[in-house]
């Protein structure tokens, strides 16, 4: 099983001088989800290299096991510092993606060309495609196999507005993500602010928060595997 990871390259948080990236536990929990289920996981970012990391995902009130477990990883952070640039990357090479959140998602994955291109050749190849937080926002401008919006009458969940709004972003963010994917057609639901909650909807999984991470790791997983199940059937 091969997995790719796709994470943000964006360090700015709108026009508040302050710095975002990706949020370290969305991507330390899906990674060692996958790792100790022997996925073999490749890290990639539009830029390459080494990807921001929100400065406040690294706060001690925001770690938790699997961070603890990533900062005393050498080779894990290694293989974070050397991501490969999102051009040279092909679906053919991956069985699914997973999109990490954090708040620079929301800047440059909606329209990002490769991301797009990536989501839609996995969508039509039948693989899993999957995002938790802000990170389902890859997703937006993404097609299905027929020419419709990726989201249009799926169930789907994401970083929401009370939650953006108790971070104190709703004006800094470009948009807000439960709406635009409302906008595009998604069924959009959503736990309590902070909560564990997942959305699978056939091979599309999304996760609303930081804490939905390993459990959106852990669904991505059941369906790499119940694939492999059929193939081998």
């Known amino acids: 099983m091969k997995v790719l990871m796709v994470l943000t390259s964006h360090d700015q948080l709108g026009d508040t001088g302050k710095k975002t990236g990706f949020w370290l536990e969305e991507f330390a929990a ?62 053919n090479d991956f069985d699914a993606v997973f999109y990490p959140g ?29 995002a938790v937080c ?22 789907v969940t994401g970083f929401t507005n009370e939650e953006e709004e108790a971070m104190g972003l709703t004006t800094v963010v470009p948009f807000l993500l439960e709406d635009k994917l409302k906008e595009r057609g998604g ?9 564990p909650y997942v959305q699978i909807d056939g091979k599309l999984v999304t996760g609303q928060n930081p804490a939905s991470s390993g459990p959106a790791a852990e669904a991505l997983l059941q369906l790499l595997r119940s694939g492999q199940s059929e193939a081998t059937a």
């Open 102 to 130: 954090g708040h620079g998602p929301m800047w440059d994955m909606p329209d990002n060309p490769h991301s797009i291109a990536l989501i839609e050749a996995l969508v039509k190849a039948n693989k899993p495609v999957s």
């Open 30 to 91: 899906p990674y060692y989800v996958l790792k100790d289920a022997g996925v073999t996981i490749t890290l990639t970012s539009p830029k390459g290299g080494q990807p921001p990391l929100d400065p406040k995902s690294d706060l001690p009130e925001n770690q938790t096991e699997t961070t603890k477990r990533f900062r005393a990883d050498s080779a894990a952070a290694t293989e974070l510092a050397h991501t490969r640039k999102l051009v040279d990357i092909s679906a």
């Open 187 to 195: 069924i959009y639901s959503k736990a309590r602010p902070f909560a």
């Open 134 to 155: 802000h990170a389902p926002v890859a997703f937006i401008n993404a097609h299905d196999a027929n020419g419709q919006p990726l989201v249009r009458g799926k169930h």
